[in-house]
């Protein structure tokens, strides 16, 4: 299904959106809030065992619930575990969240799974 969306965007049209998005996210965080950020290690520490031990635990208790077939379970339970990205970032931002603690956190989870 993928492939529907390439004739309608166009090649490349959506890793360009989302490389516009990552720069306008980037320019609006200035090294103070950075910074600042920083100084929350609990608020990291809460976001990185958010993403890597509430989510799957999460996951695993839903698929339980619908007793979803071994497939999706295990679809389920490694969506789940996928750090953070670009769109919690605009989410932060567009609520007025603390964007730089976001970012943090998102780069922080994804260095983490590598």
């Not at 299904?1 to 490389?19: N, Q, R, T």
């Not at 635990?57 to 379970?73: K, M």
């Not at 603390?98 to 780069?107: E, G, K, M, Y």
Request: proline share 4%; charged share 10%.
């Amino acid at each position: 299904w993928p492939g529907a969306f390439a004739g309608v965007l166009g090649k490349g049209v959506i890793e360009a959106a989302l490389g516009v998005l990552m720069v306008s996210m980037g320019v609006t965080i200035s090294m103070e809030e950075f910074l600042a950020a920083l100084k929350k290690p609990k608020a990291i520490l809460l976001g990185v065992v958010g993403c890597y031990a509430l989510m799957p635990a999460l996951a695993i208790l839903i698929s339980r619930l619908f007793s979803l077939p071994p497939e999706l379970h295990t679809g389920l339970v490694l969506l789940s575990i996928i750090s953070g990205g670009q769109a919690s970032n605009l989410c932060a931002h567009i609520a007025l969240g603390d964007t730089a603690l976001s970012v943090t956190i998102t780069a922080l989870t994804t260095l983490l799974s590598l």
